[in-house]
């Protein structure tokens, strides 16, 4: 419930939650458990089924925990108390996953840990062929222009002037 060093509950202003605030704009607004990912998936059909329909946008508040540091420069321990995550319950979102598909009887410890294996050797191949075309610790550093490259069949024309000042 933190922002990069703030507290939720100073960051929130008037507002109780971040979904409280969508309720003034006439905006639906949801809070959600955010490592639910049964509750996650539900909220966003909802929310997308809404904008499909024409009915307007969704305000969905996700309450989770950010485990880690917001960033390499963060270092959440000069904020955050100690104990910070000891009071928030919801837990891990794969964990909790994990527990109830195996508790369905549609998913094993077995299956989690082929599949996890699997993934880690694809993020591992990836990031090796991604090094393949270097890395910053090795000197190479990507021109400007190739932030614009490949990103757009046709180029949005505020682009195109963002490309023609840097002069790349």
């Given amino acids: 419930q933190w922002a990069i060093s703030t507290f939720q509950a100073l960051a929130g202003g008037e507002s109780t939650t971040f979904a409280a605030r969508g309720v003034g704009s006439s905006i639906a607004s949801l809070r959600v458990d955010g490592n639910d990912f049964l509750a996650v998936y539900a909220a966003s059909q909802w929310a997308a089924e809404r904008a ?3 009915l307007g946008p969704t305000l969905i508040e996700w309450v989770t925990y950010r485990a880690g540091p917001h960033s390499t420069s963060d270092d959440p321990s000069k904020y955050r108390p100690a104990d910070d995550w000891s009071h928030f319950p919801l837990g891990d979102p794969i964990v909790r996953l994990k527990r109830h598909l195996i508790g369905k009887g549609v998913w094993s410890e077995a299956e989690h840990e082929a599949t996890q ?21 090795n000197g190479h550093i990507p021109s400007a222009a190739s932030m614009f490259e490949d990103v757009y069949k046709e180029m949005p024309e505020h682009l195109r002037r ?3 000042q840097l002069g790349v």
């Fill in 52 to 54: 499909r329909s024409n």
């Fill in 162 to 164: 963002q490309r023609q």
């Fill in 117 to 137: 294996k699997e993934l880690e050797a694809e993020v591992v191949a990836a990031q090796k062929e991604a090094e393949r075309y270097g890395t910053l610790a």
